[in-house]
């Protein structure tokens, strides 16, 4: 009995210690992402962020609550950002920059939750089904648009800046919710589908 208790906490302090190192890797990636060209796509205002798949890669490869983690390490870089590196950024700041800070992390540590929540409903003890790692990528990148333009519009849709993108709720979220949110969700539902199933396959051997 003292032998099975032994080998279960070498076991459990194994897992953790690979969480750790799993989180650390995708947390280096992020960073890495977000300051240099691989991460953003910028035109003007316009930006279409990639720092969601390492988010939902690790939420679904490691946890949700590794997943909400990842998500604040990209939403701190997002407000980093917001100092002279995002003009819709840097107008936000300008305007409130305590609401710029929330509106930078809560959207993307929820990116981490819920994909990771999402997959593990989907996924059965004995198979992982595809549309399970699809739908949980898929659903992480759309999570992030909806409530960042929803707390957007909340904090900061009475003032002239964000009114230059539409007047009225309807037609701000017209502006808002474009092609570059679904390029966004698509590419982070093929690359963290591909990547997460790769990657739970591995660490299964």
Known sequence: MTQEMTQDRIRKQNNKTLKM??????????????????????????????????????????????????????GLTSFSQCFGMSLFGAALLAINPF????????????????????????????????????????????????FFVGLLYLFFGRSEYIRTFGKSFIAFIGTMITIQALFEAIACMLIGTAVAKALNKFFKK
């Open 99 to 146: 609401l710029t800070f929330v509106l930078c992390l809560v959207p993307r540590i929820l990116i981490g939750l819920f994909s990771g929540l999402l997959f593990k409903a989907l996924s059965s003890a004995k198979k992982e089904r595809i549309y399970a790692y699809a739908l949980s990528s898929f659903g992480g990148s759309i999570t992030n648009t909806l």
């Open 21 to 74: 190192v799993q989180t650390a890797v995708l947390a280096a990636i992020i960073i890495l992402m977000a300051y240099t060209p691989i991460g953003y796509l910028k035109t003007g205002v316009v930006e279409i962020s990639f720092l969601a798949i390492p988010v939902v890669i690790g939420a679904i490869v490691i946890g949700p609550t590794e997943g909400a983690i990842l998500g604040a390490i990209f």
